[in-house]
């Protein structure tokens, strides 16, 4: 049986190599050098080609970057890298939790000091040569190191504190497992930016003038209470913008890339708050958390059932059951429910997004929003052109055009989108 489940692991981590560069072939067969009809009132042609060029040095870093990790990863299997690991930390504790903590640490800590030159190369060599990048050395390095240190204190506090319960309370671990990581999520989700963020950038509230007048102004016309709007210094690590809305109640909060404030109108930053204010209106957040509470509940639930057998372990190379070899083998095993629900999750998001802008557009304007949009677009080099394929297992946003079309719908009011 353990034999059986080694190479249904193999079989599902080189299925799902396969896949994405199937999904990546797709996708070039999409691109073109015509530039959308569109987008020609601001994207000018050599913008255009830079995007492509941009697309396919992306492609070509993925692939390589991939196939290191599958090559590593088979390694790992096959030459009992796992089994070795394991065998090493038994050594020095027979403490699950101390084992467990030991033995994903030092999985961690190999993996980070692999994919950091490839890191680096993406933003140094590759975000530099197309002008995106804006991290400095010193950055870089302090971004690894303040990572690794949350990861000990969060990632490896939550694991110790699931294995204790698994040790503790056997038949019940799955529901009181939940109910411990339900409430960190929840935690998270309002406190994520006062908490996380800061220590990594810097956030000011917005400056009072024309531009926190009018979104307080649509703010209130609107019937939302806000009065948390913070600028972030995005562009201490890139030239790219962005703008998210996060916590839940009183603790709510529109955060905004000092790139976006610098790229665009004050119009069509209101219209991207707009669309920020519409998830809230939608309750899209509070969706998301619940459906992540209960995907969390449903894999902590197979996990305990597959836990119980000793094949889980071995299937690595163990030559008895513990917790972090069962939970390494599930989380591979659990590979292709992941990704099912994870389509699930993306076709529920684009839905969510195609609402945001239908309130946007509605409730104040649907030609700002569009020309916001594009703006980002073209700032950020995005793929105009991807395959429905690649959009239907990877996108959590809907491709430009799709939404510059949607919007249109809106702004003649003869949009399909639920309101």
Same mark, same amino acid.
């Given at each position: 049986?353990?034999?059986?489940?080694?190479?249904?692991?193999?079989?599902?981590?080189?299925?799902?190599?396969?896949?994405?560069?199937?999904?990546?072939?797709?996708?070039?067969?999409?691109?073109?050098?015509?530039?959308?009809?569109?987008?020609?009132?601001?994207?000018? =042609?050599?913008?255009?080609?830079?995007?492509?060029?941009?697309?396919?040095?992306?492609?070509?870093?993925?692939?390589?970057?991939?196939?290191?990790?599958?090559?590593?990863?088979?390694?790992?299997?096959?030459?009992?890298?796992?089994?070795?690991?394991?065998?090493?930390?038994?050594?020095?504790?027979?403490?699950? /939790?101390?084992?467990?903590?030991?033995?994903?640490?030092?999985?961690?800590? =190999?993996?980070?000091?692999?994919?950091?030159?490839?890191?680096?190369?993406?933003?140094?060599?590759?975000?530099?040569?197309?002008?995106?990048?804006?991290?400095?050395?010193?950055?870089?390095?302090?971004?690894?190191?303040?990572?690794?240190?949350?990861?000990?204190?969060?990632?490896?506090?939550?694991?110790?504190?699931?294995?204790?319960?698994?040790?503790?309370?056997?038949?019940?671990?799955?529901?009181?497992?939940?109910? @411990?990581?339900?409430?960190?999520? /929840?935690?998270?989700?309002?406190?994520?930016?006062?908490?996380?963020?800061?220590?990594?950038?810097?956030?000011?509230?917005?400056?009072?003038?024309?531009?926190?007048?009018?979104?307080?102004?649509?703010?209130?016309?609107?019937?939302?209470?806000?009065?948390?709007?913070?600028?972030?210094?995005?562009?201490?690590?890139?030239?790219?913008?962005?703008?998210?809305?996060?916590?839940?109640?009183?603790?709510?909060?529109?955060?905004?890339?000092?790139?976006? /404030?610098?790229?665009?109108?004050?119009?069509?930053?209101?219209?991207?708050?707009?669309?920020?204010?519409?998830?809230?209106?939608?309750?899209?957040?509070?969706?998301?958390?619940?459906?992540?509470?209960?995907?969390?509940?449903?894999?902590?639930?197979?996990?305990?059932?597959?836990?119980?057998?000793?094949?889980?372990?071995?299937?690595?190379?163990?030559?008895?059951?513990?917790?972090?070899?069962?939970?390494?083998?599930?989380?591979?095993?659990?590979?292709?429910?992941?990704?099912? /629900?994870?389509?699930?999750?993306?076709?529920?998001?684009?839905?969510?997004?195609?609402?945001?802008?239908?309130?946007?557009?509605?409730?104040?304007?649907?030609?700002?929003?569009?020309?916001?949009?594009?703006?980002?677009? @073209?700032?950020?080099?995005?793929?105009?052109?991807?395959?429905?394929?690649? @959009?239907?297992?990877?996108?959590?946003?809907?491709?430009?055009?799709?939404?510059?079309?949607?919007?249109?719908?809106?702004?003649?009011?003869?949009?399909?989108?639920?309101?």
């Amino acid at each position: 049986m353990a034999q059986i489940l080694f190479y249904i692991i193999v079989g599902i981590i080189v299925f799902d190599y396969l896949l994405e560069r199937l999904l990546d072939y797709l996708n070039t067969t999409y691109w073109s050098d015509t530039l959308p009809v569109e987008l020609e009132d601001i994207y000018d =042609a050599e913008k255009y080609k830079k995007s492509q060029q941009y697309l396919r040095v992306k492609q070509k870093f993925s692939i390589i970057v991939d196939s290191f990790s599958l090559v590593a990863m088979l390694l790992m299997l096959f030459l009992g890298g796992f089994a070795f690991l394991d065998q090493f930390v038994r050594h020095y504790t027979t403490n699950p /939790i101390l084992m467990s903590l030991l033995f994903f640490g030092i999985l961690g800590l =190999a993996a980070d000091t692999l994919s950091t030159p490839f890191s680096a190369y993406s933003t140094f060599v590759i975000e530099e040569k197309f002008g995106f990048n804006k991290t400095t050395v010193k950055t870089f390095i302090l971004d690894k190191f303040k990572g690794l240190i949350i990861g000990v204190l969060i990632g490896g506090g939550l694991l110790a504190l699931v294995v204790w319960i698994y040790e503790s309370t056997g038949n019940w671990f799955w529901v009181i497992a939940w109910i @411990v990581i339900s409430g960190f999520m /929840i935690f998270m989700s309002m406190f994520y930016s006062n908490v996380i963020v800061p220590i990594f950038n810097k956030q000011v509230p917005l400056e009072k003038g024309e531009l926190r007048e009018e979104i307080e102004g649509f703010a209130s016309n609107v019937g939302f209470r806000l009065k948390n709007i913070y600028v972030l210094d995005g562009s201490k690590r890139s030239s790219k913008a962005n703008a998210y809305f996060s916590g839940l109640g009183a603790k709510k909060r529109i955060i905004l890339f000092d790139t976006l /404030i610098n790229d665009h109108t004050n119009k069509e930053l209101v219209a991207i708050l707009a669309h920020e204010i519409g998830h809230y209106k939608k309750k899209h957040s509070l969706k998301g958390i619940i459906l992540s509470i209960v995907q969390t509940g449903l894999m902590l639930f197979i996990l305990s059932i597959f836990l119980k057998s000793p094949y889980l372990s071995m299937a690595l190379g163990a030559s008895e059951k513990s917790f972090h070899m069962g939970l390494l083998a599930f989380g591979l095993l659990y590979s292709p429910l992941s990704l099912v /629900i994870g389509l699930f999750l993306n076709m529920l998001s684009r839905k969510h997004e195609y609402q945001a802008d239908h309130y946007a557009g509605i409730k104040y304007n649907a030609s700002a929003l569009a020309l916001a949009l594009k703006k980002l677009s @073209v700032n950020n080099l995005s793929n105009l052109r991807p395959h429905p394929a690649y @959009v239907f297992f990877y996108y959590s946003h809907p491709p430009l055009l799709q939404r510059l079309k949607a919007l249109k719908g809106v702004k003649e009011g003869e949009s399909t989108v639920d309101s």
